[in-house]
């Protein structure tokens, strides 16, 4: 598994998984559970390891897909 396999897997569990933890915090604070609040940080927690790893991997998909003859450097390197 390449690190553009990787990039793909990752760079969306930020993105969905902090808007899940916020309805997921909201519902805690709604029903004032102690159990959903910690679930909500902990996938809060979760979604920063998910952005740091995302991130981390994005330089090396970078270097894997810029050299393709389909690929816009510029757009790459913008994202």
Do not use: K
Not at 72 to 77: D, G, S, V, Y
């Amino acid at each position: 598994m390449s690190m553009t396999h990787l990039h793909i897997m990752i760079n969306h569990l930020p993105l969905f998984g902090s808007a899940i933890a916020v309805v997921l915090l909201g519902w805690a604070v709604m029903a004032r559970s102690r159990d959903l609040t910690r679930a909500g940080f902990v996938l809060v927690l979760v979604c920063g390891f998910g952005a740091y790893a995302s991130h981390w991997t994005g330089d090396g998909a970078e270097h894997q897909v810029e050299d393709l003859p389909w690929a816009q450097r510029e757009l790459i390197h913008e994202h």
